[in-house]
């Protein structure tokens, strides 16, 4: 490997939480190789091809470790992985972490362009792709970029359907002889997966994580929901191959001996067949998605078999009124998470069945120091502020990441030279330690020099009765410089007008300024690859068509 990755807290922090038994310090593959011996048939994965036990997992991962190995791909090594979500994820995320290889997953749907700015960056040296998903064919397409990309040894394409041309079978590498085989012990405080976060970035971010910071850290977060011992099963509506994703594998299977229940497409359809019949206790996902859930059960008869221990939202804004609804629909405590694949985390716990509020929407919980430390920074000194203060979240603690990946300039702009993340959020703590997030130092709109916060106006937009779902973005305008658009999917037959918009925000205390002067009405908001809204084609979208819609002030 010559990618370098530093690691940029202290060190010794990093070996505090191992003698207080915060971190395990121990390697992925052992920690999963643990729980395979420890419970030889429970089910560790369900997904479109049926249920995959821990042993028959083990022995499909020792494959294609071996079949790596074969390869030439080992310790250090970067290896891509663009795969829907199903045991083969699983089984590639495993492998590597049994070489003391670095896995660099994203989500299928990625394009090109972006895949290939990830493997050049992250010098990788191979990538596991799909042959096809969904119309897309990303073996193909990556094979296809190998020319530019100088380290990239090897395409190997997952099935079904035949391997490009130059690639590697997937299947083939599963049929290796694991006998020989013997896993690598890394470093549990060296790296073992690249998070992608396409964030506000020109390219998508890739931050790196070690074996302790996903067990220990990120492990601890799944373990504060769960109320006792009992491995849980965990239903993931986000891709794996996403930062919220990152729970999967390394968290519910290694840490705590869980099971995966895994859809390759999310559909609100899919999802509640999946809530029904493997009766997870744990639901993954955004509020969007719950959203689309929500009204396939208005829909459907009858209650659920039985109530999750807890669905668990995040990746973007969560309201009051979509909380409340799949409180009751679900029958369970619905968790708000805050978080980020650059290394922040605070929920609001199982102790409350509807997340807290407050004048700013739904609060973020109180901060787990065996997950991350929380502080409030002034924006520009990094000093640490009183309780009721607004500033800069910033957090540092055992799931902290090591680095960006090569990108030193990212690392100069939200790295303190004490270790602390700046995450580029706005909040404050209230008197009893609770964390409030109120806005981004830079998520604005500037009309005519006035600065407005879409999340703000799609905090109280999204109370309105008619709106089941909605995202606001700022456009160009000549003259104000930006005007607010308001993208929405409208709950029953009528859809509502700017003006009947305006009129809510008005009895909800909001300027004038604020109101948004486009509106783009869509029966589904576009998602990205891992799951959140599509600011990006949503401003795009409303750009085409804003003379249809634009309302002079």
Known sequence: MTVTLTDLLPARLRRSWVVDGTCPDLDLYSLFRARQIADLHRTAVIDAKGKLCYTALDRKVRCLAEGLRGLGIGAGDVVAVQLPNHRNAVIADLALAALGAIALPFPVGRGAAEAESLLRRSEAVAVVAATEHRGLTHAAELHALAPALPALRH???????????????????????????????????????????????????????????????????????????????????????????????????????????LLDHFTPEAALVAVREHAPTHVLGVPTMIRMMLEGMEESAGPLPAAPTALVLGGAPLDEATARAAAEAFGCPVVNLYGSADGVNCHTGLHHTVPPTDRSGVVAGRPDPRVAEIRIADPD????????????????????????????????????????????????????????????????????????????????????????????????????????????????????????????LATRGLDRHKHPEHLLVLPELPLTAAGKPDRAALRRRVEEERDAVLVQA
């Open 381 to 504: 000194t990094h000093e640490p502020l009183p309780d009721g203060r607004i500033g800069e979240i910033v957090s540092r603690g055992p799931m902290t990441p090591l680095c960006y990946v090569a990108s030193p300039d990212l690392d100069a702009r939200y790295r303190t030279t004490e270790g602390w993340v700046r995450t580029g959020d706005l909040g404050h703590f209230d008197e009893e330690g609770v964390l409030h997030v109120v806005g981004r130092l830079k998520d604005v709109v500037i009309r005519g020099g006035a600065n407005i916060s879409p999340a703000e106006v799609e905090r109280e937009l999204a109370s309105h009765p008619r709106v089941r779902d909605v995202v606001c973005v700022g456009v160009p305008d000549p003259l104000m410089g930006e005007r607010l658009a308001a993208c929405l999917v409208a709950k029953g037959a009528q859809s509502p007008t700017l003006d009947d918009l305006g009129g809510h």
């Open 155 to 261: 395409v190997i394409a997952a099935g079904p359907g035949s391997a490009p041309e130059g690639t590697i079978p997937l299947a083939q590498l599963l049929r290796t002889d694991p006998t020989g085989f013997v896993p690598a012990r890394p470093d549990p405080d060296s790296a073992a997966r690249i998070l992608v976060s396409s964030g506000s970035e020109a390219e998508p971010k890739m931050i790196a994580y070690s074996h302790n910071a996903l067990a220990g850290g990120r492990g601890n977060f799944l373990a504060s929901l769960m109320p006792d011992d009992t491995p849980p099963r965990c239903l993931f509506l986000v891709p794996l191959g996403s930062a919220f994703g990152s729970n999967g594998t390394a968290v519910t299977l290694a840490r705590h001996g869980g099971t995966l229940v």
